[in-house]
């Protein structure tokens, strides 16, 4: 069963503007201008947290991990992505768990899951008979294969997300900046934290068919940590980092069409270029003063 819809996708050359303005007018790249948007919102708003709470290495855990359940829907014969959801979020939650109840440091507790749980992958992925060619797409993603149930997964997700982090955002604030305060306070720490986690690894379930299970922690932690050169006040960092991430989103898809490049990659380079040019004015600025 092949992970994308083939019929809709092919690499198209756009040698100038009027193209460009053409291809916008199919269904397939409307649907990836408006999962390029809804992504990138999701991934600055949680990356702001991922990036200050140091989780970064977490969601790239859960994201390479992935793998597994996608060659699990493949050897199954079902919709990969209904694999995704629910492995994602299991892992994620097991491995906060294995985190909390061991004294060793997460890094390695991180890097031990990982590693087994890719090796898991490589040996389930020999099992697949046939074309495994689809499996690229996994790993480098393609945002123009996205089709409504995939716009539908993540703006549930988005929602979720925006509900649970915005509507205790002052507690939320506070487990980040100092958890030991929050405790005192009674705000109810391990609910917050595993509350986080689910919708991170769903986060990373829905954006690896855009950008890949290699590239999907660039989607959480760039467009944030572009934001955190900007601004230091944490609800000014937020806005710029949803704002980046849906920009960004944008311009990558642009890109890709311009140049007949891969979407994923493509977006992610974007975020890595707008992230150089900020670090650079930033210490010129330093620098001048």
């Known amino acids: 069963m092949n992970l994308f819809i083939d ?23 409307q649907r990836a201008i408006t999962g390029s948007v809804l992504m ?5 708003l949680l990356g702001s947290f991922v990036t200050l709470r140091q989780l970064s290495f977490f969601s790239h855990a859960v994201g390479h991990a992935a793998l597994v359940g996608v060659v ?12 995704l959801l629910p492995f994602t979020l299991i892992f ?28 898991l992958g490589v040996i389930l992925t020999s099992l697949i008979k046939g074309y495994r060619g689809n499996l690229m797409a996994v790993l480098f993603g393609d945002i123009l294969a996205i089709d409504t149930t995939d716009l539908i997964l993540t703006m549930v ?24 305060v929050a405790q005192v306070q009674g705000i109810p720490i391990q609910l ?18 855009a950008v890949g299970v290699l590239l999907v922690n660039a989607f959480l932690v760039i467009p944030a940590s572009t934001a955190k050169l900007i601004s230091h ?16 989103s ?33 210490k010129l600025k330093i620098t001048g003063a």
């Open 7 to 29: 019929d809709q996708i092919m690499w198209l050359t756009v040698i100038s503007i009027h193209d460009l303005v053409n291809l916008l007018q199919f269904p397939f790249m």
């Open 233 to 248: 006040h944490f609800n000014r960092f937020m806005i710029i980092s949803v704002i980046l991430g849906a920009t960004s």
């Open 40 to 44: 990138g919102i999701l991934g600055g």
């Open 192 to 209: 917050y934290r595993y509350g986080f986690v689910v919708l991170l690894s769903l986060a990373v379930a829905v954006a690896i068919k």
């Open 250 to 282: 944008i311009a990558g898809i642009l890109v890709s069409g311009l140049f007949n490049l891969a979407s994923g990659p493509s977006i992610v380079l974007v975020q890595f270029l707008v992230f150089v040019a900020v670090l650079a004015g930033v």
């Open 157 to 180: 997700v988005l929602l979720g997300s925006s509900v649970f982090l915005l509507s205790t955002l002052r507690e939320q604030i506070l487990l980040t900046l100092n958890p030991d």
């Open 72 to 83: 699990l829907g493949v050897l199954l014969n079902t919709n990969p992505t209904w694999m």
């Open 92 to 119: 994620g939650v097991i491995v906060l768990y294995f985190v909390d109840k061991t004294d060793l440091a997460s890094d390695s507790v991180l890097s031990i899951v990982l590693s087994g749980a890719l090796a």
